[in-house]
């Protein structure tokens, strides 16, 4: 879809108090600090620097918008599971992440990105148990896919598949999805295109967080 190759960098936030505006629509795409989230996002945008990628897993530390222009962005939150990063930090971001996650009203979906040689970790679980309950939709990318045979991908995307719908329900799909083969991009592009199509906003609902 040629809207997320409009992408831009909007804003950073480090605490709840900083986010924009709750009114418009936000996909939000979370993972853990080595599954290969903002090479996602850059794929996804066409863009090969929208989002940091470090060869030093954990160095995405803040909330950061890009907006896809009309009141729509694309919402990189922090990687998580990252053993290096401060307690002080990791205690930070779990409470600023569980606090978006369960009650941003402009968010419309999550995208939630796992590695698929090591999928659904305890983290990855966490993020679904904070996020689920809102009844959105989440889509999960199976990342690194390429580094899979066939029949390993096939298994693995069966795997995951019948354990996400039977612990979280029908409200969660998933794909393989490799950024550097271009693998599953026109897949992603649909989902995440429907959801911003349908997304039904509330603007005189929607508020900002407090800290």
Not at 21 to 42: C, D, M, T, W
């Amino acid at each position: 879809m040629p809207v997320f190759q409009n992408a831009r960098f909007h804003i950073s936030a480090h605490h709840l108090r900083d986010l924009p505006p709750a009114s418009g629509i936000e996909v939000a795409f979370a993972g853990r600090s080595n599954a290969g989230k903002s090479s996602a996002l850059n794929t996804l945008a066409n863009h090969n620097r929208l989002a940091f990628v470090s060869k030093q897993p954990g160095r995405t530390q803040l909330i950061n918008f890009f907006t896809l222009g009309d009141d729509k962005h694309l919402v990189d939150l922090p990687g998580y599971g990252y053993a290096k990063v401060p307690e002080a930090m990791r205690n930070h971001w779990q409470n600023v992440l569980s606090r978006y996650l369960s009650e941003r009203r402009s968010l419309a979906g999550l995208v939630l990105v796992m590695d698929s040689r090591h999928p659904l970790t305890p983290l990855d679980k966490q993020m679904l148990d904070w996020f689920c309950p809102t009844g959105k939709p989440v889509h999960v990318l199976l990342t690194k896919s390429d580094k899979l045979s066939r029949g390993e991908s096939t298994i693995t995307l069966n795997k995951v598949r019948k354990e996400l719908q039977e612990t979280w329900g029908d409200e969660i799909s998933v794909q393989l999805f490799s950024s550097l083969k271009k693998q599953g991009v026109d897949e992603a592009e649909k989902v995440l295109g429907e959801w911003f199509l349908t997304a039904d906003t509330d603007p005189a609902a929607a508020q900002p967080l407090p800290d």
